[in-house]
């Protein structure tokens, strides 16, 4: 179920764990068979290990990061992660009033991509 939280931007309400996440942190997950649920990914990354009999899998969460550019513009960043069978997909991205910012927005992108490679860097 879609609401919208006090700063406008879209949460939903895990169908596992009852937890109101950011809609970007969501996943439809099943099957046509036996329908889907609205799962936050840290219940998706279980269910996917379950379902791989993979009982020793670490779910780990990265904390947001905020970084400056240089005309003095905070940009936050957010970290997704989820289990795809045998390998585990880390997605960053940029969050803007609590909404991704667009792939199409390039500049962004190219300033995320410089960041966050420095972020990797140390």
Known sequence: MRKE????ANVTRC???GTAVP???VVNYGSIAAGYRQLCCQCFNSEVASAQGLEHFENCRFDQVV????AGEAHEFHFRTRLLGSMVAVDAFEVKRGDPVPK???ASVRVAD?????????
């Open 5 to 8: 939280d006090a700063h406008g």
């Open 15 to 17: 169908e596992a764990c």
């Open 23 to 25: 809609g970007y942190d």
């Open 67 to 70: 970084m400056t550019d240089c």
């Open 104 to 106: 199409t927005d390039l």
């Open 114 to 122: 410089r960041r966050l490679e420095r972020l990797m860097r140390g």
